[in-house]
């Protein structure tokens, strides 16, 4: 897929807004992301991505008139005594138990940050077989054919089941 704004390099940067329920999706390079003013991070560690989407969701509740998530669940966990309103303060949880104790609060925001999903399905090791190497690709492959038809994204679709035939 082509940079949407200089239209000759490839987009590497893309970007999904929604603004009073509209969706909006741009696709741009790594210069035309930079000059248009965009911070990029090649990975975003989980504790701040966490506590952004918190954040952003406290936000929102204040914002209509509901009680945040911190407020909501005023328990403690009993291991650790880690609560939800210091996870708002400080991006890190206090245990393992903490996903456990408040799994009701922080599976929103999981699943928000990994596009519905809310297992780990790791990376892929070196020393895989090319064969699963390649099943794990098509499979992935496959998995971004499925969202470039159902964002009618029909030459991005077309590149990727080539791709896909290449490796079967």
Do not use: W
């Amino acid at each position: 897929m082509l940079c949407q704004v200089c239209k000759e390099r490839s987009a590497t940067i893309h970007l999904t807004e929604i603004d009073n329920g509209q969706r909006s999706e741009s696709h741009l390079c790594q210069q035309c992301a930079r000059q248009q003013g965009l911070s990029i991070k090649s990975q975003v560690p989980l504790d701040e991505l966490m506590n952004t989407l918190l954040s952003s969701q406290q936000e929102k509740a204040s914002q209509q008139d509901k009680p945040s998530i911190a407020a909501a669940s005023d328990h403690a966990c009993p291991n650790c005594g880690m609560t939800l309103e210091r996870f708002a303060k400080t991006p890190l949880l206090g245990c393992a138990h903490d996903y456990t104790e408040f799994q009701s609060e922080l599976l929103p925001l999981i699943k928000q940050s990994h596009n519905g999903k809310s297992h780990h399905r790791g990376k892929v090791p070196t020393r895989t077989c090319e064969y699963d190497r390649n099943e794990i690709q098509r499979n992935t492959l496959r998995r971004q054919l499925d969202r470039a038809v159902k964002n009618e994204d029909y030459e991005a679709a077309a590149k990727l089941r080539d791709q896909i035939q290449a490796l079967t």
